[in-house]
């Protein structure tokens, strides 16, 4: 039986790259798509909802797929006001895993960072942190929460310190051994592979996973 999907965050790095893969997986019959803007030039079987993602809840009637792929994330420099920050990077995942819940979706995919940490005094990763935890809160029957190091890949958009980061890390690439390997870059095209991999294949037993872990379940 053919499954439909619902992508938020289409319009990211690791968003497009998944939404690519499941126009051409044809596992996938319906794409459904929740973002502030259209994205054009895409095929029948991708339908777009349009409006506030900060009102999620408005999205209810039409939140119905079999799985749920959650690619949302902003930065400091996007989004320097703390309370917006939270509200996209905390307040968007959760609240889809609560509709999901709600839909009785039993698949639920996130993005977080490595180093998340509801106890932690960094801004960022507290953020994720208490994502995370409330995500797993809503106790859906498949949920995979996904911990990527830095993330590489040709964006859209220009971020000079995150390409300065990137160059550095590739330099000391490898260096990075045994525990170190959670810290190594990992490719977006990684990311949405491991997404996939993981929502056909629920046998997995990781509920949070590390991005040394992603890189070895794209792989399979």
Known sequence: MKKTVI????????????????I??????????????KIEGLPEKVVQFTGDLLNLESFKA??????????????????PDKV??????????????????????????????????RSSNVFYNKTKGNMEHDVLQQNIKNTFVLRPSLIGGARQERRLLEKI???VFKIIQPLFIGKLKNYKIINAESIAKAM????????HA???????????????
């Open 7 to 22: 992508i938020l965050g289409a319009t990211g790095l690791t968003g497009g790259i998944l939404l690519q893969k499941l």
């Open 24 to 37: 051409e997986d044809t596992r996938y019959e319906r794409i459904k798509l929740f973002s502030r803007s």
């Open 62 to 79: 039409d939140f119905k797929a079999d799985e749920v792929f959650c690619c949302i994330g902003t930065t400091a420099k996007k989004t």
């Open 84 to 117: 917006l920050y939270k509200a996209i990077d905390y307040g968007i995942p959760v609240n889809a895993a609560k509709l999901s819940k709600e839909n009785k979706i039993n698949t639920f995919l996130v993005i977080s960072a490595m180093g998340a940490d």
């Open 165 to 167: 980061g990137l160059m």
């Open 196 to 203: 996939l991999n993981l929502a056909n294949n629920t046998s």
């Open 206 to 220: 990781e509920v949070i996973i590390t991005s040394n872990e992603i890189e070895l379940i794209a792989n399979k």
